[in-house]
């Protein structure tokens, strides 16, 4: 798959609009905890400005519902931003309103400015006609470097490229970086290629689980995704996360592992709890000896070590979903000593989501891994061979 490239485009004093993801964890201060997918952006970004373009930055960040919430307004990322490229940010009250529109209008070259979050017009998620024409007006260019919302038919990723013709858009730096990526891990895999899987639900990742399983040679799961599994193999889990509508399809799942030859593991202890709280007594049990009323928040040493058996071959491993609750410190430790056996391996590692990757960078282990995905559901989409509806706009036509 050949994409449309930044390089080939006449942008030479142009006026640019860059889809990005800005999407960053903040802490109950506004404080950016994790600033990898602004620090990414700044190839595209600076690239624009070396040729002395005029750049309009647009972004979403969590999820307001398509009205003005000061609490996922932008202004700390305009900070950030600030910070790291060392140049003024010319902040937008909103995103297609009159100040936007008069300060993208008035934006000279060298200069940026910052939309207010996209998903503050209901519009966005909505691919919106309107408001994709209205975003496509702004600027000359459409640059789309937000590869984590590139699985997502929004008007600022799939609707406003109707606007624009093959020779004023494309594919930003990361997004090709990590398009390419995925492409070759897909089709080309250096095997054993392993998966792990976590995270809190089986319905997320359903449809990934499935598409992997052919290309796979061992899938690894943990997490909350866990139990529906081990309650369809008959397993008591208690007070665990389960999705009861999707036993079958765990069962499906498993079937279909052994029918390819796919080694599918389970956790085979458990650390369980008697509430989903930091301060909650907690113990250790074998997977078949979970307590009535207890919920499993992590995987047990056993397990840690199966897993690390399991990965001592690999040469390729991919990670999408811590194995607990890693965000409280007491269930970590399994997803922190997974990070580990996944950091010495030689093999080729690729995290994607945003939990694995906070995850990792937590762990301090981050600089490790071969390559760290900005995009979770977007990485899963691509594995399972799917086109992603911000990139086929995009691709260059044969
Ligand atoms: P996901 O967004 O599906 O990748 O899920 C990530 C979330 O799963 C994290 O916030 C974890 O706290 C949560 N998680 C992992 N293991 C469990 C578990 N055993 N029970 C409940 N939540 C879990």
Redesign the pocket.
Same mark, same amino acid.
């Given at each position: 798959m050949e994409l449309l490239d930044i390089k080939e485009l006449d942008i030479t004093g142009k006026k640019v609009f860059i889809r990005c993801d800005f999407n960053v964890p903040m802490d109950e201060f506004s404080n950016i905890t994790d600033d990898r997918r602004i620090r990414s952006a700044l190839t595209t970004i600076n690239y624009c400005l070396d040729q002395d373009c005029s750049v309009i930055l647009a972004s979403h960040l969590g999820r307001p519902k398509g009205e003005y919430n000061e609490k996922y307004s932008l202004k700390p990322v305009a900070r950030r931003l600030h910070t790291l490229l060392h140049r003024e940010i010319i902040m937008a009250d909103d995103v297609i309103g009159e100040d936007a529109k008069t300060k993208a209008q008035k934006l000279k070259n060298g200069e940026i400015l910052l939309l207010e979050n996209l998903r503050f017009e209901a519009g966005e998620t909505k691919n919106d006609e309107n408001f994709a024409k209205e975003l496509a007006s702004l600027a000359e260019f459409y640059i789309n470097d937000a590869f984590g919302v590139s699985h997502r038919a929004h008007a600022s990723v799939e609707g406003i490229t109707k606007y624009f013709d093959d020779n004023h858009k494309a594919a930003g730096f990361l997004l090709e970086k990590e398009i390419n990526f995925f492409g070759k891990l897909v089709n080309n895999p250096v095997r054993p290629f392993v998966a792990i899987v976590?995270?809190?639900?089986v319905s997320?990742?359903l449809e990934a689980l499935i598409n992997l399983l052919p290309k796979v040679d061992k899938i690894l799961i943990?997490?909350?995704?866990?139990?529906t599994f081990l309650k369809q193999l008959g397993y008591n889990i208690g007070a665990?996360?389960v999705e009861d509508d999707l036993l079958g399809e765990a069962q499906h799942i498993m079937d279909r592992a052994k029918e390819l030859g796919v080694k599918f593991y389970l956790p085979v202890d458990i650390v369980v709890a008697e509430k989903?709280a930091e301060d909650a007594v907690s113990k250790i049990v074998p997977a078949q000896e979970i307590p009535d009323n207890w919920? &499993?928040? @992590?995987i047990g040493p056993a397990t840690t070590r199966l897993y690390r058996e399991a990965l001592t071959d690999a040469q390729t491993v991919l990670w999408?979903?811590?194995? &607990?609750?890693?965000?409280m410190e007491r269930f970590a430790r399994g997803s922190s000593k997974l990070a580990n056996v996944v950091a010495d391996s030689y093999a080729t590692t690729v995290v994607g &989501?945003g @939990?694995?990757a906070d995850l990792v960078q937590r762990v301090g282990v981050d600089d490790e891994m071969t390559f760290i995905s900005t995009g979770?559901g977007a990485s899963l989409e691509l594995l399972e061979g799917k086109i992603l509806p911000g990139v086929k706009p995009l691709m260059k036509q044969v």
């Open positions: 976590g995270g809190s639900k997320g990742k943990g997490g909350g995704m866990a139990f665990s996360l989903f919920m &499993g928040l @992590d999408n979903g811590p194995m &607990g609750v890693y965000e &989501g @939990d694995t979770g």
